[in-house]
């Protein structure tokens, strides 16, 4: 599969998934792709543990959905996580913004974050795959859902996992 294929599956998917919600978890210091997947699957439990509750391991339909793009690993390394929230939305809770920085810190001291809604997903799936053009970014794209305990990732039926769990093992050959 060529390098433009690629990203525009990734635009294709993004654009196809109803994602709400962009997230950016800045690291403001040096990182690995490695260390900030690990960090990465840490923030997510935190955040579902205070979105669906201390059981949320067992409610794989109420986690949060989203893949992350990495951007700029050699310089500002960040992540562009195009995410959706189960209903109720948390975003009108005035104290989610501070809930998110705080378990961000907790992961990444110094990290900080920013949550905006999607108004153009189009626009949004070119401004995050920008960097896609260099193959050896695909293999550093993550799934929320590689959290998940193996057999506990059902299919959802507003989120096509599986093409994007393609693209993944595409960009990893």
């Not at 990465?40 to 893949?67: E, I, N, W």
């Not at 310089?75 to 705080?102: K, Y």
């Not at 695909?138 to 996992?161: A, C, K, T, Y």
């Not at 599986?162 to 993944?168: P, T």
Request: net charge positive; glycine share 8%.
């Amino acid at each position: 599969m060529a390098i433009q294929e690629l990203r525009d599956g990734w635009i294709d998917f993004i654009r196809r998934n109803d994602f709400t919600d962009l997230l950016t978890l800045n690291f403001n210091r040096p990182a690995t792709a490695m260390m900030g997947r690990k960090q990465l699957g840490r923030f997510l439990q935190r955040l579902d543990r205070y979105l669906v509750g201390p059981r949320y391991a067992k409610h794989m339909g109420r986690r949060t959905f989203g893949v992350a793009f990495p951007e700029h690993a050699t310089s500002n390394f960040h992540f562009h996580c195009p995410v959706r929230f189960n209903n109720p939305s948390p975003m009108a809770n005035p104290g989610f913004h501070d809930a998110i920085g705080l378990f961000w810190k907790q992961e990444v001291c110094g990290g900080t974050t920013d949550i905006r809604p999607i108004y153009d997903p189009t626009g949004l799936a070119h401004y995050i795959s920008k960097e896609l053009l260099k193959l050896e970014r695909f293999q550093n794209i993550i799934l929320f859902s590689e959290f998940w305990p193996e057999g506990e990732r059902p299919e959802h039926d507003r989120v096509d996992w599986l093409s994007a769990g393609k693209l993944v093992r595409a960009a990893r050959r």
